[in-house]
């Protein structure tokens, strides 16, 4: 049952205008974060790790995290459109199962996202006439980036499911994210979800190590994915959902 509520939801993605999000919106850090690198260039001299540091600038705090909003948004978005949610309720899905199909799309979104942030950093580079190696760790920033990112997804999914409006999560993830660098600045992005993401891309620090212990980032996730599914089974579960 699961395989065909997630076919269900990849229909919905098909053709869809999160694509034109999915294309555009990473593109705009990665042109912000190159332009202000060739504008610094003097006091940036670490290469490639200074310009994955202005990239993540822009991505991790402002643009992803407003990225996997719109992907969360618009998975509930026909469910909250012309009473669809009474339809969906009298199928036999369970709650488990829906909230499942819908974190697996925004996740896998998520992961095709971070492939794009790559293939734009490594473009970004050699534009600006950085002729050394791409940094070895890049697959690493990306993989721990995504988990970060699924961690958001998680979220923004409760948050769509229980505020109607398409725009107002998108608000709230740009919000968190900005949030996040007071909560790095005092030291608890571990404890922090919207921070999980740059922390996982080692936007402050791409040349060392991770600035939480790899268990703690791996803890974090977890518990704010386990939350999360709580979250949205207990509410799909117990309240009445019918679209006004």
């Not at 999160?18 to 919106?25: M, Q, T």
């Not at 540091?53 to 909003?69: D, E, M, S």
């Not at 996040?180 to 608890?188: N, P, R, W």
Request: net charge positive.
């Amino acid at each position: 049952m699961l395989w065909k509520v997630i076919r269900g939801e990849q229909m919905k993605l098909r053709r869809s205008p999160v694509w034109l999000a999915f294309f555009i919106l990473p593109v705009l850090p990665a042109f912000m974060g190159t332009f202000n690198y060739l504008q610094n260039i003097e006091i940036l001299k670490d290469g490639w790790y200074s310009l994955w540091t202005q990239h993540t600038l822009f991505t991790c705090y402002f643009f992803l995290p407003a990225t996997i909003a719109v992907y969360c948004s618009y998975l509930f978005r026909l469910e909250h459109t012309n009473h669809n949610w009474n339809c969906v309720m009298t199928l036999p899905v369970s709650a488990l199962h829906l909230y499942l199909a819908k974190l697996i799309m925004a996740s896998a979104m998520v992961i095709m996202t971070q492939l794009w942030v790559g293939v734009l950093f490594i473009i970004s580079g050699k534009m600006s006439g950085l002729s050394g190696p791409v940094p070895p760790e890049l697959t690493e920033w990306l993989v721990y980036g995504a988990i970060g990112g699924i961690v958001i997804c998680g979220i923004q999914l409760c948050i769509s499911l229980v505020v109607r409006s398409f725009a107002v999560p998108v608000g709230i993830a740009m919000a968190g994210g900005i949030l996040g660098i007071g909560a790095l600045s005092k030291g608890v992005g571990a404890f922090y979800p919207y921070t999980l993401l740059s922390l996982g891309m080692r936007a402050n620090s791409p040349g060392g190590s991770m600035a939480c212990s790899q268990v703690q980032f791996m803890a974090g996730s977890l518990f704010y994915l386990i939350i999360s599914a709580l979250v949205a089974i207990l509410w799909l579960s117990n309240t009445d959902v019918t679209t006004e």
